[in-house]
């Protein structure tokens, strides 16, 4: 059975989250009880936030969309190919060893 996507609380509430903890200095708990949400949701938001470099003077001043792309950026594709390593030179530093 796949688990149920999780849905995103509105940006009215990421914003209100933002503010109670950058601003206002509650704790993740503290947005958690008085938004009801979870301190963790709080705190992913507040993370997400710290990641993209928005502080609350910052998170004011963008519109919601602004806000949702700098929070919500694509994550950067990992390269799946791994180089191999120069197996002559792994073999010159053993014998150099021996």
Not at 43 to 50: F, I, N
Not at 51 to 79: C, H, I, K, M, Y
Request: net charge positive.
């Amino acid at each position: 059975m796949k688990p149920m996507p999780t849905t995103r609380i509105t940006m009215r509430r990421i914003r209100e989250t933002l503010r109670l903890h950058l601003q206002a200095g509650l704790s993740y708990n503290e947005v958690g009880r008085a938004l009801k949400i979870s301190k963790s949701v709080a705190g992913k938001y507040v993370s997400l936030a710290r990641a993209a470099g928005v502080n609350w003077e910052l998170a004011q001043t963008l519109t919601d969309d602004e806000l949702e792309t700098r929070l919500f950026q694509p994550a950067v594709p990992r390269s799946s190919h791994q180089l191999a390593p120069d197996f002559a030179l792994v073999h010159q530093g053993s014998s150099a060893l021996a």
